[in-house]
């Protein structure tokens, strides 16, 4: 294969059988642009430079892929001979897929679980900091409930992710409001932010939904509250789910402008704290929020799960991943 002019000389790549290894010096890495490796003819690599914190000139990054065999895509990453981790998403570009596919990730218990990616093409790109098992199914979503739903299209595409999921006997229930459990939940899987840290909050220790809400606390995503308790079954807000869809491009590694707040319509804004101001401008100019019939854009109404479908979509759109 052809190697592009700007390709790292130093970078290697070999393959036994149907296994490549990438060996990546840190060195090698384009400082201003991403460094794309050509791994194959469908699988290629591309690592932005602060993906790999520079703590020693003679670091190396090794990592492994498996082109596929039997629906599997095995992806690993070391330094020194142990696991490493990313510090922002790296892209892997496969080519040829069948149209119908859909990609989720192999978790430790063997489930099939969410994984970042996007389809362009004939091309699928997977986000991922981490080593992984992705898995190549046909996956097809069906409730009952959503036929007459304007937001159907993204309830579905989020559920055959599997990054939401019916709540009884193939039924999605579109109108019923969406706690900030359920929420980060469904950002968490969305974004494959995960952690092994337990909670100090009294009341979502051991909690099903724990480990996401301490991981998006960790990155940010979430605020941690001055008090002992989290209060995770309180209902999202319009403006709580604004601040979310931005915090979440930030994490993601979105550019994000300085918002032009004379352009913002609603009949209410003004009356937003400064700090809600900047996040619920800015989702509107990404468009994923727009206002009501009413001219307002209501910060206290209360999130659906219809419409937290089309805001959730529409944020992982625009970090490209989905």
Do not use: C
Request: proline share 4%; hydrophobic share 35%; charged share 20%.
């Amino acid at each position: 294969m052809e190697k592009p002019t700007d390709y790292p000389t130093n970078i290697e790549v070999s393959k036994k059988g149907q296994l490549y290894t990438v060996v990546m010096p840190v060195t090698e890495m384009n400082q201003y642009t991403n460094t794309k490796i050509a791994v194959s003819d469908t699988i290629t690599l591309t690592i932005p430079y602060v993906a790999v914190p520079k703590t020693n000139n003679n670091d190396i990054v090794t990592m492994t892929i498996e082109e596929i065999n039997e629906d599997s895509i095995l992806f690993t990453a070391s330094m020194y001979d142990e696991n490493f981790e990313f510090s922002s998403y790296i892209d892997i570009e496969v080519k040829g897929l069948p149209s119908s596919t859909t990609i989720v990730r192999l978790d430790n218990d063997g489930e099939y679980i969410a994984t970042p990616y996007r389809k362009i093409a004939n091309k699928n790109i997977i986000k991922t900091k981490t080593s992984a098992q992705f898995k190549v199914v046909n996956s097809r979503v069906q409730f009952f409930d959503i036929h007459a739903d304007g937001h159907q299209y993204e309830i579905e595409q989020l559920a055959k992710r599997k990054i939401v999921s019916g709540v009884e006997n193939g039924y999605y229930k579109p109108n019923t409001q969406v706690t900030l459990a359920q929420y980060a939940a469904m950002i968490a899987r969305s974004m494959n932010i995960t952690t092994n840290e337990s909670s100090t909050y009294l009341d979502i220790s051991g909690k099903w939904y724990e480990t996401s809400i301490v991981a998006l606390l960790e990155t940010g995503i979430l605020e941690h509250p001055n008090s002992n308790y989290f209060n995770a079954g309180k209902v999202v807000t319009r403006q709580e789910a604004a601040v979310l869809s931005i915090r979440m491009l930030q994490y993601a590694g979105v550019q994000i402008s300085d918002p032009d707040y004379k352009k913002i319509p609603f009949t209410d804004f003004k009356q937003l704290s400064t700090s809600d101001r900047y996040f619920v401008a800015t989702a509107y100019e990404f468009g994923i929020f727009g206002g009501k019939k009413n001219g307002q854009f209501d910060p206290n109404g209360k999130l659906t799960r219809s419409q937290m479908a089309k805001v959730l979509y529409k944020t992982l759109q625009i970090a490209k991943m989905i």
